[in-house]
């Protein structure tokens, strides 16, 4: 397949863009690199805009993308396998990934619910805030280590260690008594070897797929639902059962199991590329506007997100909801979060990732504004909240990677998606304390509380907005981006 002057074709300018596209004699060529325009083009129609059927893959001004077809095999689209039992066991064993790692941090709420009744009740709720978001910052943020390392060595290491030092994390877990203690094993060993599986997980997938990537993704994201579901009724039923050690001990051997089937079937398609460390590498992709602002909205939905997971039993308890349904809400909130993963992956590879992202972030801050603050002191309105905060927040969660791969180059995707997540990992860490001292301000009242997640999810999307006038222009609304 011939490309015409690839430098033009991928520039910034959308103008520079639609003229290649619609060129006479031009090709679909669409490549996994940053930049690239996955295009329906109608030779009938002659020059014009990119038109409402328009796909765009990423948005302009990469060097890799000014430089012209990747070299050696690998790097086309076609060459992408898209399915098949390789595929799709990689994708099974990411789902074993997310069901031990960011399944775990979708309980935190059990956890701030537990450590404030129990062991740490000397402590003030934004205190103890600082262990759940501390864990949820680091799982997230050492991404941008983990990145680099997949980039250069794959994932093969990088998973022996985080499933190592997961497991022996939870351990040192069920041994803790004191605030610091909690602290070193749950936030900072347990959560860095996450980040380590999770990273591998997410990176490793994004080499199987292309076209059906959203898909692929919010098939394994929903490994974190299932375990976001049966995890918190678990712990809840075993604590009382068999004390709070045993309960992190049995949690520690089932991710054991499940961390052995990772290892086995976690593997990237491409080689790795090894090459010597240069800081700019983290900070080119904020050279890039779309990729900034891309990033910019996904720190302030992170921002708002974690929210909800943390303190909605504790919301709940005060509104007066009965302990029985209390320790379902958390389950419920990730069951229904199944289908929010799957369902918008199925809708953005046909309708565009950034248009489903939009949506999804859209649906989540006005649950959250107009549907929890009104139903706050009802606790049949707090269930459906529960219900459709998870569905439409579940959406960002696997659109997330799809989106940042998307505007990457491939031999980048490591450190690209690392260094942004790092950045992400800030609203995680900052949230929930934020959010803690809000509560405590307004002695005990939660609506401040409320009002400050729904704030920075509707900032989001109006920074995602902004991304997507970026890439195809702000006219263009019904363009497939």
Not at 7 to 27: M, Q, R
Request: with cysteine.
């Amino acid at each position: 397949m011939a490309v015409h002057d690839p430098a033009s074709a991928y520039s910034t300018s959308s103008t520079a863009l639609d003229e290649h596209v619609h060129k006479p004699g031009n090709e679909k060529y669409d490549r996994p690199v940053s930049h690239i325009a996955e295009t329906n083009t109608d030779e009938e129609k002659g020059p014009s805009s990119i038109d409402d059927n328009t796909t765009e893959d990423a948005a302009a001004g990469s060097e890799a993308a000014a430089a012209g077809p990747l070299p050696g095999f690998g790097w086309h689209p076609s060459d992408f396998p898209d399915g098949g039992f390789e595929a799709w066991s990689v994708v099974l064993g990411g789902w074993c990934g997310l069901f031990c790692t960011f399944g775990f941090i979708s309980c935190v709420g059990v956890f701030q619910e537990y450590y404030e009744s129990g062991p740490l009740s000397h402590y003030s709720t934004s205190s103890v805030s600082w262990i759940t978001a501390t864990e949820v910052f680091a799982m997230i943020f050492f991404g941008i280590v983990f990145g680099r390392l997949f980039d250069v060595y794959g994932p093969r290491w990088i998973l022996v260690f985080g499933s190592i030092f997961y497991v022996f994390g939870l351990m040192m877990t069920s041994l803790a008594t004191e605030y610091y203690q909690f602290f070193l094993a749950q936030s900072i060993c347990a959560a860095i070897a996450s980040a380590a599986v999770f990273n591998a997980c997410m990176t490793s997938v994004v080499s199987w797929f292309f076209k059906r990537r959203a898909l692929a993704f919010g098939i394994m994201v929903s490994g974190s639902s299932i375990g976001g579901f049966v995890m918190p009724i678990m712990i809840e039923k075993l604590i009382p059962q068999v004390g709070f050690p045993w309960t992190m001990r049995v949690v520690a051997f089932i991710y054991l199991a499940l961390l052995c089937v990772v290892c086995v079937t976690v593997k990237s398609r491409l080689p790795p590329q090894p090459k010597p460390l240069v800081v700019a590498d983290y900070l080119a992709g904020f050279t890039e506007p779309a990729f900034a602002l891309t990033v910019a909205a996904n720190f302030l939905f992170y921002w708002g997100m974690f929210i909800p997971y943390n303190y909605i039993l504790l919301q709940a308890a005060s509104a007066g909801m009965s302990e029985n349904l209390i320790d379902y809400l958390i389950p419920i909130l990730n069951a229904v979060s199944i289908f929010g993963r799957i369902l918008p992956g199925l809708a953005a590879d046909r309708f565009g990732r950034f248009n489903i992202m939009i949506g999804v972030t859209l649906l989540s801050a006005v649950i959250t504004l107009a549907v929890w603050i009104p139903a706050a002191q009802s606790s049949a309105g707090i269930i459906v909240f529960v219900a459709l905060f998870g569905f439409a927040s579940g959406g960002f969660v696997s659109l997330m990677p799809a989106i940042i791969a998307q505007l990457s180059d491939i031999r980048q995707i490591g450190i690209r998606t690392g260094t942004a997540m790092a950045i992400m990992s800030l609203g995680a860490l900052t949230g929930s304390p934020i959010a803690g001292a809000i509560v405590q301000a307004q002695d005990g009242g939660y609506l401040g509380l409320q009002l400050f997640a729904g704030l920075a999810m509707a900032s989001s999307v109006v920074v995602y907005l902004i991304a997507r006038g970026w890439l195809v222009g702000y006219g263009k609304v019904f363009a497939r981006i």
